[in-house]
């Protein structure tokens, strides 16, 4: 949805844009061939997509900047870099395309690769240490909570009945053989919704996004943007909350009725709420089916009373 997330930026004045999931640039490249009046500072955990990322923008100069940190240090990177005004925040979330095609990383159910899933390959936390040394109890948490897994409890168990493990071809097939087969015929590949699930919990995704969205708002100046594409329902719920909050200022009051709490909104929400690939996109591109897409303006507050 690049030609999307740049409608979604492109009102916002002059200044920085944070990409803070740069990945391999497609995004940031979009953004500064379609807006010269934006910079971008690219954030990512993954040293192999700055390195690409650099290399692909190379031309632009100083309009590109790239630091090496997770999105939840997106304000102190923005305060260690300089970079204001900020006017627009990209988050481009779960894994890119580099990532998953290369084995070695161990992202994807459909190649032989080790049990990793890193985004950071300085981590500690492996995909292996969760296969092969949590509980029973907890791999199903994890598969129930990160990937949705109506059979959390039966993949789980026959996970560890069947350690060590040892490869990412090896737990496909483990998760195939524990769910039923009549469920195996329908939905996709039997193990996506595991890998995602231990993915997700590897680079605990989910636990960081919802203060990198509150960080995000904080750092924009009035009417600039902010873009999230999710693709995971975990994520979207996320966003959706955060976003919310920050439309409403926390306000809970009846509907009906004046607001009575003193709740100061701080973000417009851009409408549609929510945007969905063309059905053109996901025949080019099947890997974005899921995507979806929520933005919203940085409302201005210097009239508000504190």
Known sequence: MVDEVVAALAPAPAGWVVDATVGGGGHASAVLTGCPQ?????????????????QRLASQGDRIRLR??????????????????????????????????????G??????????????????????????????????????????????TRIARSIVANRPITSTAMLAEIVRG?????????????????????????????GILGDSIDQAIAALVPGGRIAVLSYHSGEDRIVKQRFRHASTGG????SDLPCGCGAVASLRLLRPADQTPSASEIARNPRAGSARLRAGEKLDLSGVAA
């Open 38 to 54: 934006f910079s971008v500072l690219g954030l990512d955990q993954d040293p192999d997509a700055l390195a690409a990322t650099r």
């Open 68 to 105: 090496h940190c997770r999105f939840d240090q997106l304000a102190e990177a923005v305060a260690d870099e300089r970079t204001e005004p900020v006017v627009g925040v990209l988050f481009d979330l779960g894994v890119s395309s580099p990532q998953f095609d290369r084995p070695e990383r």
């Open 107 to 152: 992202f994807s159910y459909r190649s032989e690769g080790p049990l990793d899933m890193r985004m950071d390959p300085g981590a500690t936390l492996t995909a292996d240490e969760i296969v092969n040394h949590w509980s029973e109890r907890e791999i199903a948490r994890v598969l129930r909570v990160n990937g949705d897994e109506r059979h959390a």
């Open 178 to 206: 524990a769910i039923p087969a009549a469920t195996r015929r329908h939905g996709g590949h039997p193990a996506k919704r595991t890998f995602q699930a231990l993915r997700i919990e590897v680079n605990d995704e989910l």
């Open 251 to 254: 306000c809970e009051c009846p």
